[in-house]
């Protein structure tokens, strides 16, 4: 069964810290990868892709992926009150097929 | 339109009645996607287009679903003897990838779909 994982959270952090948001998956054949923003009752949102091993910075946002481990993971530095949410991390299995995580549930409190 | 349309933003039916739900992507966009969005979960992936073929269908979950594109642009996801298990928030999304890689999927607001 090919899947994309994440914790659900919530993850709670106090405005200005990091926030570190991770997902594993299992398909190691996967070829890109990519962060969504949802607000409660919106649609999803890009907000990061990433292609290669290492890290790829954006502003506040950094992702970061390790294929041999098949590990990625997004930072959010200074948090904001505005960046809670829910992220979904997706995975193109290669075949053009976006699949995505559950979801981490992401609060920043001021 | 600049975005991803869908029709109806809410539907509600009762268990047993067909219902379809429609995708307008953005023009030109080659790509287009149907998930489905339980309450808490990400988006279960149905089946995606190229142009006006399904590329893949594999997540459609059994032969009450089907969908159709059939000039390459507007979809028609339709649903036969809905079940309540059906409800659900129903995503269509567009992109400009071809082949293998997607790029950045768009996504219409959803329609809701309530089977009661």
């Known amino acids: 069964q090919k899947e994309v994982e994440q914790n659900s959270g919530p993850l709670s952090v106090p405005e200005g810290a990091i926030a570190s948001l991770n997902c594993t998956y299992s398909d190691r054949g996967s070829q890109s990868f990519f962060w969504y923003r949802q607000y409660s009752g919106k649609s999803p949102e890009l907000i990061m892709s990433i292609y290669s091993n290492g890290d790829k910075e954006d502003g506040r946002f950094t992702a970061q992926l390790n294929k041999a481990s098949q590990y990625v993971s997004l930072l959010i530095r200074d948090s904001q009150p505005s960046d809670s949410a829910t992220y979904l991390c997706a995975v193109n299995e290669g075949t053009g097929k976006l699949i995505f995580g559950q979801g981490t549930t992401l609060q920043v409190k001021p | 339109g600049a975005g991803v349309s869908q029709t109806p933003s809410n539907k509600v039916t009762e268990k047993g009645k067909y219902v379809e739900l429609r995708c307008d992507p953005i023009s030109g966009h080659t790509a287009l996607y149907w998930y489905r969005q339980s309450l808490g979960q990400g988006p279960e992936f149905l089946i995606y287009f190229q142009g006006t073929g399904a590329a893949d269908d594999s997540g459609l979950p059994n032969d009450r679903f089907f969908a159709v594109r059939p000039e390459g642009s507007v979809s028609t996801l339709k649903i036969q003897r809905t079940e309540r298990g059906d409800s659900a928030v129903y995503l269509c999304?567009?992109?400009?990838?071809?082949?293998?890689?997607?790029?950045?999927?768009?996504f219409g607001e959803g329609s809701r779909l309530t089977v009661l």
């Open positions: 999304a567009s992109s400009l990838g071809s082949g293998s890689s997607p790029g950045e999927l768009f």
